[in-house]
Every structure is written in C-alpha cells, then in structure tokens.
C-alpha cells in the first residue's frame, strides 16, 4: 500500500478507533477483575483464631487461613490443621467426624474425589493418586482458642 | 431536486469519487489489521461486499429537521440496544438473582467493583432512553406514512419490537429488588387481572404465585436477559434486513 497524504488520515482514524477500543477493553478488564473485598475470604491475617467452642472433641472442620482453605481436626487433646485442597486435583479433603457414618478410614484424610488417603499428623500420602503431601500448618492451643499460624 | 439530478451535481463536483476513496482508504487501513487477509479476500472477496455494504442508499431529505433529528431514530435505538448488550453483559458477571442478595449486589456494582457506576449507569440510562427514542422512531413512520405497503411487514417487526422494548422495561425494572420495584412490579402485574375471564389466572401465572415473590424475579430475570434478547435478534435481523431490501422510504 503506497503512503499518501490521504492515507495518514487514515491511519489516525484507524489509530484512534484502536485507541477508543483499547481504553474500553482496559474499562471492562477493571470491571470484571473482582475487588479484593466482594472476594471471600480474602487477604487475612498472618493468624487464624477459631473459638474452642466451635470445635467439638473428635470433629473437623474447614476455615479460611491466609486466603486458603485449611482443614482442622480436633482429636483428643490435638488440633491438627492441614491444607484442605488435595495435591491431586483441588479437592477439599474430609475428615470422619465422631458418629459420622460412612467409609472405614481411621485416621486417614479421606479425598472423594478419587480416593487419596493422607495422615492426619504429617500430610503423607497414604494411598490414592495424590502426588505430593499435604501442607500441615503449626497450631497453639490456648485455654478457650486455637489459633492456626505462627505470629 | 430528483435522486438523479443530485447524483449528476455530486458527480460534476467530483464529490462522490471522494466518498468512494475515503471509503477505499478505511478498507484498506482494516486490512493491514489482518482484518481483511489477502488470501482471505481472495476466497471470500470481503473487500467487495464490504464496500457494497457501506454504501448504502439514503432518501433526499430538504429539511435540517428530518435529515438530523427524525432519520437518525432508528439507528440511535440499535445504538442504545448494543450498548444495553454490553454492559448488560457486564452487569451479569456480579448481579445475583435472589430476593435476599439481589440488592446487595446492585449496591457492590455501584460502591465497590471499579467502574460499575458507569456500567450500571450506561445500563440505567440507555434503558429508559431507548423507550423514548423507539417510541420517537414509531411515531415518525406513523406520522409519515413509511409504513404503508410494500413495507407493511417491516412495520409489524417494528411494532413487535417496541412491545420488545416495553417488556425489557418492564421486567429490568424489578431486578434490583428494591422498594420501588417490588411495588411497581406489584401495580403492573396486578393490571392483569383486569383482563375478563382469564385476568386472575392470568395474574397467577405472570407472578408465578399469588404474590410478587422469589419465583416472579427468577422468571423476570430470564426473561430480561434470555428470552427477549433471543426474540428481539430475531425481529432486528427480520426488520434490518427488510429495510436493506426495500429502502428507506422517500420523503413525501
């Protein structure tokens, strides 16, 4: 294509066609990119604290730590806290609370998804298809509070 | 003066071959985008229908009024629907449709999520915008007669899609869940029970209960970004492609 002097007319057309899109795109990239405080859970702190009330001897349950999600396990006078999402594809791993029918998998994290096992005080692989263990994270104990994380 | 005697002036003044290389000159600035490919061209031979696209026939209108004000309607009304599309779109990434959340989360468009004033905005205003412009558009080929056969079928595409317009309207209206809308959706739905014989069932089904409740927002919600987005593609294309066909019709 030969440059003429029309032509320069209208490569700043195309120019700021380009440009009047390019802001647009820049517009709806803000919009759809969610903030911070519509997302849940969300940034936190170094520390999680849970009430010890809110967990039974012999339950489980899962909470938000640091933005991810954390599996912890109350059994006897221990609290274990683990990574919840298996290493296998992302699944959130379940623990058999007390009185909870169901399969036989004695202290074993159990993931449904397609049947990987993990110890409950170290993450180790105990069978299934997950690769790697899970991440365990240090837990204290105080008189009415468990509080997953170091200060 | 005649279509033909205008021509003839714009070809004597040299002015028509200037449009036509202005248009060449934008044709060829997409295809150094990739656009308009040259291999592709070759099959497809897009730079031809393209450019027959792009001239298109206008009427040879004498007044400022009709040339800028009243031939422009229509078109301001499929702005208005693109733009609606868009940011409706947009608003679908955070709106929740549920009586307890759908509120909360017209309020986190506007105060939290960058920019979702505007795009709510864009929403709210082409909205209401649109009623005006499409009725505007009605009442001008009512008033001159364009919808007198050969082009009588367009006029019932066009008709079908100012009822369109009116539904969006009218179901849009009640997705924040707020006051305002739960009350105003309350009226109108409760106009259809004045029908004779049929009204109160009528009423029952609309609302999908005997009050405006969770089930009325679930239907008004598809309805608002389903089911009337897929009726009016089908109308527009039906009213653009008659329009193209036939022509806009010649002043009187």
Partial sequence: ????????????????????????????????????????????GKQTVIPLANLPAEHSMVVRHQGKLVVVVRQGKDVYALSAACTHLGCIVHWKDKG??????????????????????????????????????????TSDQIVIGEA | MSPEERDQMEKHEGREIEKRTMIREIINFFSLTGFIYGPLDERLKIREALEAQLKKPVPHYRTWIENNLLACLGGLSFILFLLLLASGILLLMYYRPTTGEAYKSVVEI?????????????????????????????????????????????????????????????????????????????????????????????KYFIRGGPDVSQITLTRFFALHVVILPLISFLFLILHFAMIRRQGISEPL
């Fill in chain 1, 100 to 141: 909870d029918p169901g399969m036989k998998m004695g202290d074993n994290l159990h993931c449904a998804c397609h049947d990987a096992f993990f110890d409950l005080k170290t993450g180790k692989v105990m069978g299934g298809p997950a690769p790697l263990p899970l991440q365990t994270f240090p837990v204290t104990i």
């Fill in chain 1, 1 to 44: 294509m030969k440059f003429t002097r029309r032509s320069l007319l209208s490569w700043l057309l195309g120019g700021g066609l380009l440009a009047f899109l390019g802001s647009l795109l820049w517009g709806v990239i803000r919009f759809i990119s969610p903030p911070p405080e519509l997302v849940e859970g969300g940034g936190g």
């Fill in chain 2, 110 to 202: 506007t105060n939290v999520v960058p920019l979702g004033w505007l795009v709510r905005g864009i929403h709210f205003w082409a909205g209401n915008l649109m009623v005006i412009t499409v009725t505007l558009h009605l009442l001008k080929v009512l008033i001159t007669g364009a919808y007198k056969p050969p082009r009588d079928f367009n006029w019932l595409t066009g008709v079908m899609l100012f009822l369109l317009t009116l539904l969006f309207a009218f179901s849009g209206y009640l997705l924040p869940w707020n006051q305002i809308s739960y009350w105003a959706t309350t009226v109108g739905t409760e106009t259809f029970g004045t029908v004779p014989f049929v009204g109160e069932s009528l």
